[in-house]
């Protein structure tokens, strides 16, 4: 018995910790190392279209598990866990060669938040491979200087700050994104949450490597619309009315970036409307791939 597990889900329903469960007995991690990194993943194996979930902040697929249940149906998903790194150059790098080593040559990619990020720089890199991208609540690269100013000086007070502080700060920032999320539901997922932490899956170590990404991904990625303009990718960009979890303009900046991009957005559907509005997503993702 896992008595962490037990405490931190105390509040969860029977039914629902027995699927969470459940899950994770079905869907363990495997393994790679690639250049150096250990690269755990979850691959179910089975389906025609191949998509990679690329996970946000918190870094691992665990918050994900419903949608990534769902799509399992009709998809076989690849959904790594990302390795301590602030480079996007390896997180892009070890994403492809994760998909080489276990065959997969075309794919749909889809990365909200942190994950959008993620999902653009593997996009620009192997256009020609990636049928679909959906980028969901997230931005895209800036040459405005006071978004380079911000990232560097929250890395430089992260750096300062003793671990408990950073992640208390951590988990309340975190838990401002569940907003939107159904009573019923939020339980589980102030549980899953916090078990981050408790894990030590996230630490100052893995804060530092946010904003050190983000600062990479800023700082030295360029692309720009004329560039998605020669793909044959097909781009869908999702957003929600009232989302905490990105800056002003960010929405827009992100529709300028792709075009002809095909776009939807959630009204109250905060930032993860993938667990807010589980439904409606699913099938505009659905709908989209199947395009």
Known sequence: MDALFDRLFANVSSTQRREILNFRETHQFKTREIAGNTWEYIDTEEGNINLVMVPGGMRRPHIGWRMLQAFEKRYRVIAPS??????????????????DEIGIHRFAIIGSSYGGVVAQCVLHAVPDRITHAILANTGTISENPDIIKRLERGLRIIRMLPNRVVTWGGLRSFKKLLDGIHTEQRDLYDALLVEHFARKWLTKKEFVCHYQGLLDFHSNFRFSPEDSLTYSTKVLLIDSSHDPGVLDGASAALREMYPNATTHTFLEGGHMPSISKADEFKKVIDDFLLQ
């Open 82 to 99: 990302y390795p301590t790194t602030g480079s996007m150059n390896v997180l892009r790098d070890g994403i492809i060669s994760l998909l």
